[in-house]
């Protein structure tokens, strides 16, 4: 049976009742029910950066990349395992969905921490003559984003183009956006519905 690795990042400080986690998960759950029609099983892995409460990046951290692996103390050794371990969920998989709150006009500061333990020189980039070179390959991403306002398509939509940006620098090109804005507005209803929608249209398009 054909296999899809599904990798879901949860960064919402609300946790299961996160606006970006209820539909990030309504997204696997009706991508996992469409993969299975089609005989493609699929293995989810969720990380949750709030759970986690995974730290800022440190110096120390960093160094301890940077030193060969049979030379790391226990210390560094563990330190370099939180990087290790989320760059290698990001090799495993085949489809990132990410839930992606917005706060204070950005993405959530755990998710920041999350990119600068994925962005990693040598691993997940390389920087040529050219520039630099995503490392990443064949991999699709699908990002849930989740507003109290309505920014797409506006100045003040500060996550489309950064998250496009990283996501294209680690490799992977291939981004897809669903909204879910106007969330804390008189019409969230018929703003779920037409996020709903979105997922139902992607999910088909992609089985
Ligand atoms: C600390 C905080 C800051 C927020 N800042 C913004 C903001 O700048 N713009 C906005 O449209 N909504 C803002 N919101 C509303 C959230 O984007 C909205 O509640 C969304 O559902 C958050 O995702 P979540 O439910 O998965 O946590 C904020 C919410 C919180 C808790």
């Known amino acids: 049976m054909k296999i899809n690795n599904v990798l879901q990042i949860n960064s919402s400080i609300n946790n299961e009742s996160g606006n970006s986690y209820i539909l990030s998960k309504e997204f696997t759950t009706k991508l996992t029910s469409a993969q299975l029609k089609k005989g493609i ?13 995974l730290p800022h990046l440190t110096q120390a951290e960093m160094a301890a990349w940077m030193t060969p692996e ?5 210390e560094q ?11 290698a969920e990001l090799q495993n998989m085949d489809t990132l969905v990410i839930g992606m709150p917005m706060y204070n006009f950005g993405i959530p500061s755990t ?8 962005a ?3 691993i997940t980039f390389k920087y040529t003559e050219q520039g630099p070179v995503g490392l990443l390959e064949g991999k699709k991403a699908i990002i849930v984003a989740a507003r109290g306002g309505m920014y797409q398509g506006t100045p003040k939509d500060t996550q489309t183009h950064y998250l496009k940006d990283v996501m294209a620098f680690i490799g992977i090109t291939d981004v897809q956006f669903i909204y879910a804005e106007g969330l ?7 703003q779920l519905a037409l996020t709903r929608d979105a997922i139902d249209n992607i999910v088909e398009s992609l089985v």
């Open 77 to 87: 050794s563990q330190l370099a395992n939180i990087s290790d371990t989320l760059v």
């Open 184 to 190: 804390n507005m008189p019409a969230k209803e018929e």
């Open 111 to 118: 998710f920041k921490a999350w990119i600068d333990r994925v």
């Open 120 to 122: 990693r020189a040598g």
């Open 41 to 53: 099983k699929t293995n989810l892995v969720e990380r949750d950066l709030v759970k986690d409460e």
């Open 70 to 74: 049979t030379e790391r103390t226990d």
